[in-house]
């Protein structure tokens, strides 16, 4: 399998070189070159596998020759046994119609381990084979910043250096990223800064030629394509529970940077028969408006509850739009000039009448994502769920389904990691799971640093060990 660039100009690669790369050349975001697709009988054959068996099934096409069969076995193997629950992401019925899809009994509670936890073991095995290292630096508003750390902490070859906004993430998640003793891993609290500030600031050390001069640099936000492959995985288990590929279910997906529902759209073209895929929105709402009326522009980013979509530029956006505009790079490569220059674009009709037949959208208030907690709650045999969940399981409820369709949201973090949110909407706070231990006992360890790019650079060129 090669892939392709969004953006038509950067050389194609193969799934080992993708995986290293992160974001393409020429800006734009790797994807395969065409999608692999699975006959129904060979989709009914995937039922009832253990989920790392599923997993090394779903990723074969899409790893190709970058890994044998059975070292692609083992890594799946090696990344779901760190999961608390036997079938990784366990399904829990609410009413006659909706499910939950938990995606995260992963060491950190949120289901960015899915993917980050065989990212890890990638990048090892890839490093390794090339003699290579690797200085991944990442921004992070919470999830993706500790979900990076358990994955990477103590790994050959690797050091991260996670940026995240002084303090704007969540006590829990703080914690979670600074605790961990690993040598290779360094967290750097930015003063002053939001999180697209930090996020800014990473995006110049990639394009600064002193810093890539001695470093090679990796990256562990969803613009990595391996991210979005391993979430393809747990649509598959969820629909061929529930008798894929004869019936078809719904998801509902709470959505920031469009990563987790574009893996969705992935499971769909690859044969999967969905229902729909809805995109769930919080006040940030730039998705709700591009896939309902054809609005792609950005505005100003409102802090919710649920931190980790309040998101105005959802990168991953832009595969579609390749994928949806007759796979044009050139011509997407301008529609994405006009963007990045406008901060505005509208879909073009093919592009908006090809996501309205997959996808819905719809929008959540403060309002809906603490009434959905408490019928979650209060209806539903008391399942707490966090406020993210909520917002995607309030988009399930508002939208008239098929009779027989079962409707799944996915369930993206623990409800402890956002423990203060959750019970201010029911009353009830949720305790973290024991395998995480004793978080807050432990001694914390990050630099703090001026919000100031030179200081963050500076930073890393006297602690990274260079190439
Ligand atoms: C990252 C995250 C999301 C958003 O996922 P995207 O792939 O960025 O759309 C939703 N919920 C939680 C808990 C997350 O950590």
Redesign the pocket.
């Known amino acids: 399998m090669r892939y392709v660039s969004t953006r038509g100009r950067a050389p194609a690669l193969d799934f080992a070189g993708v995986t290293l790369a992160g974001l393409a050349s020429d800006g734009g975001l790797y994807v395969p070159e065409a999608w692999p697709v699975l006959a129904r009988d060979e989709i009914a054959a995937l039922r009832g596998l253990p989920y790392a068996e599923l997993a090394a099934r779903i990723m074969r096409p899409f790893v190709g020759e970058s890994l044998a069969p059975g070292r692609l076995r083992a890594l799946t193997a090696q990344a779901y046994a760190r999961f608390a629950h036997a079938a990784v992401t366990p399904l829990t019925q609410l009413d006659e119609r909706h499910w939950l899809l938990e995606l995260f009994h992963g060491p950190t509670l949120?289901?960015?381990d899915v993917a980050l936890q065989l990212l890890g073991l990638l990048f090892e095995e890839f490093l390794a084979r090339e003699n290579s290292r690797l200085t991944v630096v990442g921004a992070t508003s919470?999830?993706?910043g500790s979900a990076a750390i358990d994955a990477l902490a103590g790994r050959e070859g690797i050091e991260i250096f996670m940026l995240h906004p002084a303090g704007r993430v969540s006590d829990v998640q703080r914690v979670q990223m600074t605790t961990v003793r690993a040598p290779n891993v360094h967290n750097i609290a930015v003063e002053g800064a939001s999180f697209d500030d930090a996020q800014a600031m990473v995006k110049r050390l990639f394009a600064d030629s002193q810093v890539t001069a001695r470093h090679r640099l990796g990256a562990v936000n969803?613009i990595n394509w391996a991210r979005l492959m391993a979430q393809v995985v747990y649509y598959f288990a969820a629909a061929l529970q529930f008798g894929a590929p004869e019936k078809k279910v719904a998801f509902s997906?709470?959505?920031?940077?469009?990563?987790?529902?574009?893996a969705g759209y992935a499971a769909a073209r690859m044969g999967l028969p969905i229902e729909r895929l809805v995109v769930a929105t919080n006040v940030n709402d730039i998705l709700h408006r591009a896939l309902s009326e054809g609005d792609y522009s950005v505005g100003e980013v409102t802090a919710t509850a649920?931190p980790?979509?309040d998101?105005q530029i959802?990168s991953?956006f832009e595969r579609l739009l390749f994928d949806l505009g007759n796979r044009d790079g050139a011509a997407l490569a301008a529609q994405m000039a006009r963007f990045e220059k406008a901060r505005a674009i509208r879909l073009t009709a093919a592009q908006l009448g090809g996501a309205r037949a997959l996808f819905a959208s719809v929008r959540a208030d403060a309002g809906d994502m603490a009434s959905a907690m408490r019928w979650a709650w209060e209806q539903c045999g008391c399942e707490a769920i966090?406020p993210?969940?909520a917002i995607g399981l309030h988009a399930a409820r508002s939208l008239t389904w098929p009779d027989g369709v079962p409707v799944v949201t996915l369930a993206?973090?623990h409800p402890a990691?956002f423990r203060d949110a959750v019970e201010r909407a029911t009353g009830f706070r949720p305790t973290l799971p024991a395998r995480v231990g004793d978080l807050f006992g432990r001694e914390e360890r990050y630099a703090r640093l001026p919000g100031d790019y030179a200081a963050v650079r500076a930073y890393i060129l006297e602690t990274a060990t260079p190439l």
Do not use: E, W, Y
């Open positions: 949120a289901f960015k919470g999830d993706t969803s997906v709470p959505t920031g940077n469009f990563g987790d529902v574009f649920a980790s979509m998101i959802s991953n966090d993210h969940t993206t973090a990691k």
